[in-house]
């Protein structure tokens, strides 16, 4: 072994530095005499050549004659500090020695993957972390910065249950481009408790995956399945932060959790083939306990399936979507919003629009969907009713399913939709907000379009709170387009303010007896039968604009019952129904048969000293009330009151004082 005469001040010829990210790796071939840098025999020059030398240097390691033909770069028969500087040049890179540490941070480069200690130190792998490649597994519970760019990459969290019973990873994302071509980038394997994706305020992290995937696991039945997911993780996720995460689901869906997902904070944008987020036991967007929801952003565009949904049918308290505040945009091929067993709105700004929206005119679709079906609550189709208008996929903007039986067609429980605030705007080819079990809307603010309902519900569906006959601006929806406005078996109005503009009927119990309307029964279409259901109004305002022709104002198949509230009618007949009709109480305005256009008459409901009420716009006709110490009066201007629903063509105001205007003539029933 020849002696190197030039160990001597190495200390200061050694400079300390950083690995880079980017590693250019040289290759040589097998029948080569020599491999020029190859200082550990290894068959490739890296970054590990540059550490063997530097140990020689220091007299930590010994060469043979091969590693110093290798070694002597600057071709002088020595092997010494010139040849390390470069061995340097040649790879462009002045990497820190590497020590034994606790694993804090992983930086991906395309070839390979380094690892830090909280100092900033190079460590290698160990009990908790493993690498192969640009593979990284992380075994053990614990919080890891992840960064740097790889077109192959992949991070799996799959840790001991047995070990580590509670485990929690948390993945701090600090600037990390991830993707790769046949397996999802980040894969949860398992965790005990959860696995915490952290998106640091001020980065941008992308993860994509390509047009097939190989990877597969075997689930609790045994069987296995392809891990179709750019963002697969198979426990409990939550993703919070302040920065961005791109997600790009290029096989199937964008994120895939097989438990419970939260997404609490961050500007999460995911575009997917098949769903875009996807939580089988649930799905919950804002921390309720929060009350600062300005640093959460969710989007979600998708070309064949569901933007958010639920799947789980099984157990009674899973599959189910909750949003408690945030910004959420949905522009889905499918379902905007879709839980298995229930959806929740408690708050935040959503905008959904799903296939072609309202403007849809068809039968059937050039293409299916491969995630979305259902129809009537459990998943028979598109349309229903007498609209021609269908789909033969679900493309609901929002839609609880309910559990059915196994053909489909018989409902069995679940499937309530509950909203209590938020504002909410819906563009749907299909239902606008659709369940198969109970609609119960308590709070917010909605524009609802779409080219079949606005709302229809397989049961009940209730409408503001009992109690507050009198409150117009607990719940407010608008619905500047549909087939008709609301449907359900039957139809309970405490409150609230609802105005629609329908090309047939603007309130429908259980079907209705119109040439247009069919009749149904839960879970799909079926004979009602008369006098068995019901449409209720007893407080609110409830103003509907049907289109000329056979189409309704108020339609039931069952009775009427008007005990309170106000009215506003605009229909071939204002109230039309199967069972009994009961007038009694409600105060009402008939617009004889205008038609939903021209809407710029106002009618306005005044107390007995003249103060406005509740005023609207609708088209010119007639019009008629009942007495209660209320009058109506058509035309004039209404100052000093809010207006509700700014978007509403109706105008409508609560409260204020009118100028101009007649006192309505007629008070006879007007074809109640």
């Not at 980040?186 to 915490?196: K, T």
């Not at 429908?508 to 040439?515: L, T």
């Not at 019901?534 to 009427?560: E, K, P």
Request: proline share 2%; glycine share 16%.
């Amino acid at each position: 072994m020849k002696k190197n005469p030039f160990r001597r001040g190495m200390a200061g010829l050694l400079a300390a530095g950083t690995l880079v990210a980017a590693m250019p790796v040289l290759h040589f071939s097998a029948a080569s005499q020599t491999m020029v840098g190859d200082a550990n025999l290894d068959g490739a020059v890296t970054a590990a050549d540059i550490v063997e030398l530097q140990s020689y240097l220091f007299g930590k390691a010994s060469f043979d004659e091969t590693k110093f033909a290798n070694c002597d770069l600057v071709a002088d028969g020595k092997v010494n500090a010139f040849d390390l500087a470069m061995l340097k040049k040649k790879m462009r890179v002045t990497p820190p020695e590497t020590t034994t540490g606790t694993v804090a941070k992983i930086t991906y480069s395309e070839s390979s993957v380094t690892l830090y200690d909280a100092s900033g130190n190079v460590v290698s792998p160990d009990d908790a972390v493993a690498v192969n490649g640009t593979e990284v597994t992380i075994k053990k519970a614990g919080e890891y910065e992840v960064n740097g760019t790889s077109a192959s990459g992949r991070l799996v969290v799959s840790t001991d249950d047995t070990a580590e019973p509670e485990a929690l990873v948390q993945l701090n994302l600090t600037g990390l481009t991830l993707t790769n071509a046949t397996m999802a980038p980040i894969f949860v394997e398992n965790v005990g408790d959860e696995c915490v994706i952290s998106v640091k305020n001020g980065s941008v992290n992308t993860i994509a995956d390509g047009t097939s995937h190989t990877d597969i696991q075997t689930n609790s039945e045994g069987v296995a399945e392809t891990i179709n997911g750019a963002l697969y993780a198979c426990d409990d996720l939550k993703i919070k932060g302040k920065g961005t995460l791109i997600v790009k689901g290029n096989t199937a869906d964008g994120i895939v959790c097989k438990n419970d997902l939260k997404i609490w904070n961050g500007t999460i944008q995911v575009t997917a083939v098949d769903d875009g987020i996807r939580g089988n036991d649930s799905v919950r967007i804002g921390d309720p306990d929060d009350t600062d929801y300005t640093a959460l952003n969710v989007s979600v565009t998708t070309t064949a399936g569901d933007g958010i949904t639920s799947t789980n049918a099984e157990e009674t308290d899973k599959g189910f979507v909750r949003v408690s505040g945030g910004s959420v945009t949905v522009n889905s091929y499918g379902d905007g919003i879709q839980g298995e067993q229930a959806v929740e709105i408690n708050g935040g700004t959503l905008d959904i629009t799903t296939y072609q929206g309202s403007s849809y005119t068809g039968s059937g679709s050039s293409s299916g969907s491969t995630g979305s079906t259902g129809g009537w609550g459990g998943g028979m189709g598109g349309m229903e009713g007498g609209n021609t208008n269908k789909t033969d996929f679900s493309c609901k903007g929002i839609k609880a399913v309910g559990i059915f039986d196994e053909a489909g067609t018989t409902w069995q429980s679940a499937g309530n939709l509950t909203i209590t605030g938020g504002t909410i705007k819906v563009n749907a080819t299909d239902d606008a907000l659709h369940c198969g079990g109970d609609m119960v809307l308590t709070g917010g603010v909605m524009n609802l379009q779409s080219a079949d309902d606005a709302m229809h519900s397989d049961h009940n569906l209730t409408i503001g709170t009992n109690g507050n006959a009198n409150v117009f601006d607990d719940v407010q929806v608008y619905v500047p387009f549909a087939y008709e406005g609301v449907e359900a078996l039957n139809i309970y109005q405490y409150s609230g303010t609802v105005y629609t503009v329908t090309t047939d009927d603007g309130y429908n119990a259980a079907g209705g007896a119109d040439s247009s309307g069919g009749s149904w029964a839960p879970g799909g279409m079926g004979s009602t039968g008369g006098g068995s259901y019901s449409l209720n109004i007893s407080g609110g305002l409830a103003v509907v604009n049907s289109a000329s022709g056979d189409h309704d104002g108020f339609d039931s198949n069952g009775s009427i019952n008007m005990t309170g509230g106000y009215v506003g009618a605009n229909g071939q007949e204002p109230a039309d129904c199967d069972g009994t009709k009961n007038m009694s109480g409600a105060c009402y305005i008939t617009i004889n048969r205008g038609g939903n256009t021209n809407l710029t008459t106002r009618y306005s409901f005044l107390d007995s000293t003249g103060n406005v009420i509740v005023s609207f716009l609708s088209a010119s006709g007639g019009s008629a009330t009942t007495t209660n110490g209320v009058t109506s009066q058509t035309g004039g201007t209404v100052s000093g009151g809010t207006q509700l629903m700014p978007e509403c063509i109706g105008e409508v105001y609560i409260g204020g004082t009118l100028s101009g205007g007649t006192t309505g003539g007629n008070t006879g029933n007007m074809g109640w």
